[in-house]
């Protein structure tokens, strides 16, 4: 195949090379490759790095638990900083956001009750983001379960008032795009607790969403504007879903304990941080490409989003390895405060517009790190139909998908400014065991997947920059 395609797509794209280059090393681009010869290149140069995977293993260690406002958050920051000036790169600065502080606290411990008060099962849950602590000595109130919004209308303020709302609403499986599922399921966890809270509910609980059957509860933010719900809220892992749907079908008048020590704090100073490797012809245009640096407080955001931003950074990396000098500046950011609040990629966009910058495009990597498959494509239909066509070249190293719309929650902003956005798409199967949940560690994270996400964004940023959008 790698013999063929080459052949194949010189007909649709140009193959003389615009790039400058530092010759004298063959494994170096040189004038003379053509696209099919850095794709070769570059891929093999990621397969072959440890680069990403070695940066992960320090972000897991130093800072494993870095929830924005957090003395993690901040390690991280200095991490990354570092790291990028180890490299080289061309400029490396910290641009500050103020971003929110909430933290989970002692631990969480929940329980189902008979309704004699008598036997007691032990449960796993998580606080959810954002969540208000129950009082010091837990909260306990009958449990009733529903398995949808329309569920929850029906019982009303007579059959809600009072009670702990359990939403057990499954992970689909009959859907082949794992995101699909999430994108339906994460509804409960995001508007369930206010939804709950509006019928007068106590407490709410709501089933971790993922597809896995484990006792891992997984955790993630609930909503948090002027809606949200001030009634504490917790997710509950999969297995002790079932096993509570399964005690509700039998017996009348369970309760719920929880007992939960979450709290808000006052709002930190944080920062994105960004570096960048300066365009030979136009560094005013900018190529971004990042992935947030905060994470969760369960286990160690190896694969959201740890594998993000240290996958950016290498595929900045890469350019300098071969020897490739960009016509535009390629920026990495590494966006604090993606998991609860959004503000290192509201930050980024309007520093943007008020500098006047130009952003060329911007890629996220924010979805794990496997096996890559394709990109999102978040842009106007001709834009996306020349992207489409480079598709040929990234075939022989399994990525093939260009069919879905997407770019990232952290670049999102930057679409009030026009700017063509993709989002690397790996392999979602695994992605969901993980996600938000204690098993989200560096031990769970495979060299080679990594790498070769690095690696496919450095071939998307290398044809950006040679052809434009």
Not at 20 to 38: H, M, P, W
Not at 61 to 82: C, D, F, I, N, T
Not at 226 to 243: E, M, N, Y
Not at 392 to 406: A, E
Request: proline fraction near 4%; hydrophobic fraction near 40%; charge should be negative.
């Amino acid at each position: 195949m790698k013999k063929i395609f080459p052949l194949l797509f010189t007909g649709s794209i140009i193959t003389s090379f615009a790039f400058s280059y530092t010759a004298g090393d063959e494994n170096k681009v040189s004038a003379s490759d053509n696209d099919s010869t850095v794709f070769s290149k570059i891929y093999s140069e990621g397969y072959s790095s440890w680069g990403a995977y070695n940066d992960l293993k320090g972000l897991c260690e130093k800072a494993p638990k870095r929830l924005s406002g957090s003395h993690g958050a901040q390690v991280a920051v200095e991490y990354m900083q570092q790291v990028m000036k180890d490299l080289q790169f061309d400029r490396v600065w910290l641009q500050p956001c103020m971003v929110p502080h909430w933290e989970r606290g002692a631990p969480e411990t929940a329980q189902i009750i008979d309704a004699n008060g008598k036997t007691k099962y032990n449960v796993h849950i998580a606080a959810l983001g954002g969540s208000l602590a129950t009082a010091d000595n837990g909260l306990t109130a009958e449990i009733i379960e529903v398995k949808s919004f329309d569920d929850l209308d029906k019982l009303g303020k007579k059959g809600v008032e009072g009670k702990i709302v359990f939403f057990n609403h499954p992970f689909d499986d009959k859907k082949i795009a794992t995101f699909a599922s999430y994108g339906e399921a994460v509804a409960y966890r995001w508007q369930g607790p206010p939804s709950a809270e509006k019928y007068g509910a106590v407490g709410c609980i709501v089933r971790s969403v993922t597809s896995s059957i484990d006792t891992l509860p997984h955790t993630g933010v609930m909503r948090s504007d002027s809606l949200a719900a001030k009634i504490p809220s917790a997710a509950i892992s999969t297995k002790d879903a079932q096993f509570l749907h399964g005690l509700l079908a039998v017996e009348t008048g369970l309760k719920f304990h929880l007992k939960m020590n979450c709290k808000w704090y006052a709002e930190e100073k944080s920062y994105n941080v960004i570096g960048e490797i300066l365009g030979t012809e136009h560094p005013e245009q900018i190529i971004v490409v990042g992935g947030h640096l905060d994470a969760w407080d369960l286990g160690e955001g190896a694969h959201d989003d740890g594998a993000g931003v240290t996958g950016a950074v290498e595929a900045v990396r890469i350019f300098k390895a071969l020897g490739i000098h960009p016509k535009h500046t390629i920026r990495c950011v590494c966006f604090m405060n993606e998991e609860n609040g959004g503000r290192g990629g509201k930050a980024y966009a309007d520093s943007a517009s008020l500098k006047k910058e130009k952003q060329i495009a911007a890629i996220e990597s924010d979805a794990g790190g496997f096996t890559p498959r394709g990109f999102g494509l978040d842009m106007n239909a001709d834009v996306k139909k020349k992207v489409q066509v480079w598709a040929p070249l990234f075939l022989p190293y399994g990525i093939y998908d260009f069919s879905h719309d997407g770019g990232g929650a952290d670049i999102g902003p930057l679409k009030t400014l026009n700017v063509p956005m993709l989002g690397l798409e790996p392999d979602g199967s695994r992605y969901f065991d993980h996600h938000h949940a204690s098993n989200d560690t560096f031990s769970n994270v495979n060299r080679r997947e990594l790498q070769s996400g690095a690696a496919s964004m450095a071939a998307m940023i290398y044809l950006i920059d040679k052809y434009g959008l």
